[in-house]
């Protein structure tokens, strides 16, 4: 078969190949294994990238017509002294030279477990996630979610309708609301529900207030606020922002540029001075991930990324965060592929996220499904 070496080589090696690597790299037998000292050219130095194909039995396939003893195996080459710290490439040189002395601390520069560490502490620890079975209202396809006071969550699209689930522990039929009024600043963006009121964030940058939903609420007109454009918002179109109201009345707002999150307090001006918002910190998602939603509470932040990992950061009183480090990491252990979409942080503390995924239905054909899992 194409794949087999016998002959490639003749009298240099025999067996099959698994790589074009191996046919140029080594003229020996056997993968997966290796033999200090000893490469195809006999003596020399290797690096772990050169090891695979290297087989201590290879040296038996290894024969000579004619040259010096012994004529099989690595014909004219003695005792290994790669090992013993002598390195021999040529085997022709007239005389050694004086042994090196290494000074380099191989373990105190990290030793081989330095990337498998640097990958530990980007890796996020695994939480098994369950939907929440939830009977949402006809051809509602959410694409965002808020988590209120006592268990209640909202689930929103971004042209304004709405679905009110007022205990996630206890009802599961979802009933349906409209919020008016956002046409004019653009599509939602995102929710959050703060006190008494959503807060929602539009494609314009501009933030609206609108009254928080309950059973029996159909519709409700959200207002604008006389706040400015949120900062990076409109710079970047792949930006994530959500704004909340605090107890204490102050506003903040949080925008994601990528892997950098930034939170910020709005201030009236004073002295002549334009109202505008302040940045009280910044934080960056571990390793590569981007922020695909960001949000919090008065002493919380909580950012999100496209495979559902959740961030969890503390936050001072000046909406600081306590470390640049998250106070709390997980990924969600769920079957099937999911498209994660947001999420939102129980009173609990527990993390409740929006998902969608496809779903064969009646007669083969295939739906988009939403689903929140806890």
Known sequence: PPWSRTGQWYGWEHGPISSKHYSHVTPQRGHWAWQRGWGPQGQQELWASDVFGFAPEADAWWSEH????????????GVNTWAKGTIAYGQNEPKWGPKHEGTHDFEANGGHRRLAAMA??????????????????????????????????????????????????????????????????????????????????????????????????????????????????????????????????????????????????????????????????????????????????????????????????????DGAPASTKPARTEAPLAGGRRSWQSACLLSSGKVLRLASKWQRGKGGVENMKSEILI
């Open 66 to 77: 004619e040259g010096p003893e012994p004529l099989q195996g690595i014909a004219g080459v």
């Open 120 to 317: 530990a502490e980007t890796a996020a620890p695994s939480r098994p996630v369950v939907p929440v079975p939830v009977q949402w209202p006809s051809a509602f396809e959410p694409d965002m979610l808020t988590c209120g006071p006592h268990g209640s969550v909202a689930a929103l699209t971004a042209s304004g309708l709405g679905a009110l689930i007022p205990s996630v522990a206890e009802s599961k039929v979802a009933s349906e609301f409209t919020l008016e009024g956002l046409i004019e600043l653009g599509m939602a963006r995102s929710v959050t529900w703060s006190n008494t009121s959503l807060m929602i964030v539009t494609a314009s940058g501009k933030i609206a207030s609108c009254p928080s939903p309950r059973t029996g609420l159909d519709k409700s007109t959200c207002t604008p606020l006389e706040v400015p454009a949120l900062p990076w918002f409109l710079l970047d179109e792949t930006a994530v922002a959500s704004a909340a109201e605090l107890d204490d009345g102050r506003l903040r707002a949080v925008v994601g540029t990528g892997g950098r999150v930034g939170l910020y307090e709005f201030r009236e001006g004073a002295d002549d001075k334009s109202p505008t918002w302040h940045e009280a910190g910044a934080v960056l998602v571990p390793g590569s991930a981007k922020a695909t939603t960001v949000t919090s509470t008065r002493n919380r932040l909580l950012v999100t990324g496209e495979d559902g990992t959740a961030y969890l950061w503390n936050l001072r009183w």
